[in-house]
């Protein structure tokens, strides 16, 4: 298996020929998703110790469930579902610490419900082009993370281990 340093330079060598024929409005969404996909929501974050995992610093424990529950190279580490397993754990996590500092900041500063009354969620958003783009980044950037893995394992077993 490949290193995180080797995801890391893979995928960046392969982010320009990727941005080239993108079209402007694209442009931000894409590299958002690529570049996050590429650094912080990895196939490898489920292995703790991970290079992406240590790059969530001191939310780094927010991935500790998710590497107790897949296994390295399981789930997680096919190209779509693996990004959007990961993507909805990090909702649902975000979701979590969102509703615990709503019900800790409403009991603490009565007033404060009116800064949350103004946040609200609208399901007219995964329509829009920029949440669409970030997605095909996120999901490529998973891809060309897998084919490494495999590129990387299949010249691994060609060259035989010398034996001192």
């Given at each position: ?49 991970s290079l992406p995992s240590k790059r969530w610093k001191f939310l780094r424990f927010i991935w500790k469930p998710y590497s107790k529950f897949f296994s390295h190279r399981g789930v997680s580490h096919l ?86």
């Amino acid at each position: 298996m490949a290193s995180g340093r080797t995801h890391d330079i893979v995928n960046l060598v392969a982010f320009p020929p990727l941005v080239y024929y993108l079209k402007p409005v694209d442009f931000i969404g894409f590299s958002a998703g690529y570049l996050f996909g590429t650094f912080f929501l990895s196939p490898d974050n489920d292995l703790y110790h991970s290079l992406p995992s240590k790059r969530w610093k001191f939310l780094r424990f927010i991935w500790k469930p998710y590497s107790k529950f897949f296994s390295h190279r399981g789930v997680s580490h096919l190209p779509i579902v693996g990004s959007l397993l990961r993507l909805l754990y990090f909702v649902l996590v975000f979701i979590l610490f969102y509703t615990l500092i709503y019900f800790i900041s409403v009991k603490l500063f009565p007033e404060s419900s009116n800064f949350f009354r103004g946040i609200s969620f609208n399901p007219d958003m995964f329509k829009h082009p920029f949440f669409v783009s970030f997605l095909i980044g996120l999901f490529l950037s998973e891809i060309i993370h897998v084919i490494t893995d495999m590129v990387y394992s299949f010249f691994k077993r060609l060259i035989p281990r010398r034996i001192f």
